[in-house]
C-alpha cells in the first residue's frame, strides 16, 4: 500500500514540474507586463507633476523609477520595446534622447545670442542665460578631453565658434600692437595709453608675467615686432608695487582695514609683499614716495603695536570692573580675544615684549604666574586650616572654603598622575601633608585595634562602643567590606596577623564583647 502511494505522488510531482515549465514563458510576460503598466501609472502621475518625463536615474523620491526611464531608454536602442509599448510612452510624451535635446535647444540659444552680439564667446558671468555660459564652457572643456563627437564639433565650427577665446583675443591684441609699432615706430605702449586702454594694460601684464600665458608662437611673433622684455629691475619692482597697492585697496574695502595676515589664503603673495614692505620701512630702504602713497590708503605700519594698545586698555576696563588681570583664556571684549591674548604674552613675555611694555603692565598689577599664586594662596589657606583643626585632611564636602577642598584633592590626584613638580610636592612634604589619608587613617585604626586586644583580649568591637566609636564603625565596616569581596587580600592578612575575628558569634557561647551599655534585666512579670 505504502509502495503504491509514493508511486502515485512521485507521477503528481513530475507532472506538476511540467506544467510550471510550460506556463513559466507565459507567467513572466504576464509580469513583465504588470510591471510595465505600474512604472507607466508612475510616469504620468511625475509628468502631471513636473510637466515632463524627464526622469532622473538619480531621482531621489523614487530610485527605482528613474532607474527603470533610463533602462526603457536603452531597450529602445537595442531594439527590444514593442511597437505597443513604444507607442504608450510617445503617447505620455516621453523624450528618447533627452541629451541631444538639450544640445539642440543650446544650439539654438547660442545662435540668438550670436545674432545679437556678433560673436559666441558667452562670458562666464552671463546673468540673461547663466545656463548657456556654463553649457558652453563644457563643450571647451569636453573638446579638450577629446569626448566631444566630430558631428558636434564640425556643427559648432560652422557658427564660428571659438575653442579658445583667450587665444583669439591674444591675436587680436599682438594685431593691434603692429598697428601702435607702425603708427609710433616702437611697442612701448604706456600702462594708461588713452587712445587704446586694453592695449596698454595687457602689454604692461604681459612684460610683468614675463610672457607666462603665451605659447612660443606668440613669443615668436612678439620679438619679430621688436616688443621690449627686458625691463629694469625698477621698473618692474613699480609695475609690481603698482598690483600689490591695487590688491591692498580692494583687501581694504572688503575688509575695513590693511593688515593683510602673512598667510592671507585668498591672496598669498599680498600677505607676503605687506610684511616685505614693514620691514623695508623699518629697516630704512622704503622711499618717502612710496611710504606716502601706502600712509594716502590709511596703512598701518606697526599693527602689533596698535593691537598692543587696545588690549591695554581693554585690560585696564577688566581690571577695573574684576579688581585684577587674570583674565579667563575664552574671556572675549568685543571682536577682541582679550583671554588669548593675556596668555600670550604670559607665553611670549621675554620674547615679544620689551622692557618699556612689561614695567607698563607691571604698572596694572598684571600677574604673570596666576597658577603659581594660586598656588602659594592655597598653601597658606591649608596652614590656616591645620591651625584651626590640627590636620590637612580637608574634607570633600568642606562648606568653610570648598576651592580649597577641591584643591587638596587635585594635589592628590596629582601626584598619583606624576603631574606635581618636585619642588610642589617638597613644599607641601615640608609642612606634613598626608598625601593618602585612608592609608594613614587604616594604619591609625589597625594601631588602636590593637590597643583594645591588648586591654579586652579580642578584637570583637561593637558599633555600641561608646569608648572609641570610630573604631566601633570602622571594625564593622571592614567586616562589611570582607563580605562583599572588595577587602583585598593583604588587608585581610594584616588582619588575620592580629587575630581579628571575621564572624564573631553573638549567642550563649559567644566570647565576651565590649558593650557600650550594661545587659538589660528582664522584667518580672506582674502577678494577676
Request: net charge positive.
Amino acid at each position: 500500500m505504502s509502495a503504491h502511494r509514493s508511486e502515485v505522488l512521485m507521477l503528481s510531482t513530475g507532472t506538476a514540474i511540467a506544467e510550471l515549465k510550460r506556463l513559466q514563458p507565459e507567467w513572466f510576460r504576464i509580469r513583465r507586463r504588470y510591471l510595465f503598466l505600474e512604472m507607466v501609472k508612475r510616469l504620468k502621475a511625475f509628468r502631471r507633476k513636473h510637466g515632463h518625463c524627464n526622469v532622473s536615474w538619480q531621482y531621489a523620491t523614487d530610485p527605482q523609477f528613474g532607474q527603470w526611464v533610463v533602462w526603457i531608454r536603452r531597450a529602445k536602442r537595442f531594439g527590444t520595446l514593442s511597437n505597443q509599448q513604444i507607442a504608450e510612452l510617445d503617447a505620455l510624451g516621453l523624450d528618447w534622447n533627452p541629451s541631444e535635446t538639450r544640445y539642440r535647444e543650446m544650439i539654438q540659444r547660442l545662435k540668438e545670442f550670436k545674432k545679437q552680439r556678433g560673436h559666441c564667446n558667452v562670458p562666464e558671468g552671463h546673468t540673461h542665460d547663466p545656463g548657456l555660459a556654463v553649457w558652453i564652457t563644457t563643450r571647451r572643456k569636453h573638446r579638450r578631453l577629446g569626448i566631444l563627437s566630430n558631428r558636434q564639433i564640425t556643427e559648432l565650427d560652422a557658427l564660428g565658434f571659438d575653442w579658445n577665446p583667450f587665444k583669439g583675443r591674444r591675436h587680436e591684441m599682438i594685431q593691434r600692437l603692429k598697428a601702435f609699432k607702425t603708427k609710433n615706430g616702437h611697442c612701448n605702449v604706456p600702462v594708461r595709453y588713452p587712445a587704446d586702454t586694453k592695449l596698454g594694460r595687457w602689454a604692461w601684464r604681459i612684460r610683468a608675467t614675463r610672457g607666462a600665458t603665451l605659447s612660443k608662437q606668440e613669443i615668436s611673433k612678439l620679438d619679430a615686432l621688436g616688443f621690449d622684455w627686458h625691463f629694469s629691475e625698477i621698473g618692474r619692482q613699480k609695475i609690481v608695487r603698482h598690483l600689490m597697492v591695487r590688491r591692498l585697496k580692494a583687501f581694504k574695502k572688503m575688509n575695513g582695514h590693511c593688515n593683510v595676515p602673512a598667510r592671507y589664503p585668498a591672496d598669498l603673495k599680498l600677505g607676503g609683499w605687506v610684511m616685505h614692505v614693514r620691514t623695508k620701512k623699518r629697516s630704512g630702504t622704503l622711499s618717502n614716495q612710496q611710504i606716502a602713497e601706502l600712509d594716502a590708503i590709511g596703512f598701518d605700519w606697526n599693527p602689533s603695536e596698535d593691537k598692543r594698545r587696545e588690549m591695554i586698555q581693554h585690560l585696564r576696563a577688566f581690571s577695573k570692573t574684576h579688581g585684577h588681570c587674570n583674565v579667563p583664556h575664552r574671556y572675549a571684549a568685543g571682536q577682541n580675544q582679550l583671554g588669548h591674548w593675556v596668555a600670550y604674552i604670559r607665553r611670549k613675555k621675554s620674547e615679544a615684549l620689551s622692557t618699556r611694555q612689561v614695567a607698563e603692565l607691571d604698572a596694572l598689577g598684571f600677574d604673570w604666574n596666576p597658577s603659581e599664586t594660586r598656588r602659594h594662596e592655597m598653601v597658606q589657606r591649608l596652614k590656616a586650616f591645620k591651625k584651626q583643626h590640627g590636620h590637612y585632611n580637608v574634607p570633600q564636602r568642606y562648606t568653610a572654603d570648598p576651592a580649597l577642598a577641591i584643591w587638596v584633592a587635585t594635589r592628590r590626584t596629582h601626584k598619583r598622575l606624576k603631574n606635581l613638580s618636585t619642588q610642589q610636592i617638597a613644599e607641601l612634604d615640608a609642612i606634613g601633608f598626608d598625601w593618602n589619608p585612608s592609608k594613614t587613617r587604616r594604619r591609625e585604626m589597625v594601631q588602636r585595634l590593637k590597643e583594645f586586644k591588648k586591654q579586652h583580649g579580642h578584637c570583637n568591637v561593637t558599633r555600641q562602643y561608646t569608648t572609641d566609636p570610630h573604631l566601633g564603625q570602622w571594625v564593622s565596616g571592614v567586616r562589611r567590606a570582607k563580605r562583599s569581596g572588595v577587602l583585598p587580600k593583604w588587608q585581610i592578612a594584616e588582619l588575620d596577623a592580629i587575630g581579628f575575628d571575621w564572624n564573631p558569634a553573638f549567642g550563649p557561647t559567644a566570647k565576651p564583647i565590649a558593650r557600650a551599655y550594661p545587659r538589660r534585666r528582664p522584667m518580672p512579670c506582674r502577678a494577676s
